[in-house]
């Protein structure tokens, strides 16, 4: 997937790493792009992805990042602005429901990590 937009669209890919503390990018950026990522992640790496990815941006740089809001859990589902909900279920047939499942977050939650 990396390969194909880096020769489609002329961009710069990076292929990720599971753990944060392992993805060693020694470059800032202008802007980072991270859609479907954090919707993706659990409690534990959420944070420290967003923290690792904010690290990367030049000063006047922009983090862009998607999540799934906590309004779209069902109503028996429900937590609070500052919870993230995890269920470690996934799309994806190659990664540990684990580390890449889908979470829900509240806005407090969001506004924390970053």
Not at 21 to 34: E, G, M, P, R
Not at 43 to 55: A, G, I, R, S, V
Not at 71 to 78: A, E, F, T
Request: some cysteine; aromatic content about 14%.
């Amino acid at each position: 997937a990396v390969q194909f937009q880096q020769e489609s669209f002329g961009v710069n890919g990076i292929i990720s790493t599971v753990n944060p503390t392992d993805y060693s990018v020694n470059q800032k950026f202008d802007c980072i792009l991270a859609c479907s990522f954090f919707s993706h992640l659990p409690e534990k790496t959420f944070t420290l992805w967003m923290k690792t990815l904010y690290n990367l941006i030049t000063p006047a740089g922009i983090l862009m990042f998607s999540v799934h809001d906590r309004d779209l859990l069902p109503p028996d589902s429900k937590i609070k602005s500052d919870e993230l909900l995890f269920i470690p279920q996934s799309e994806s047939q190659s990664l540990d429901v684990y580390e890449y499942g889908t979470s829900y977050v509240g806005e407090e939650f969001v506004t924390q990590a970053v």
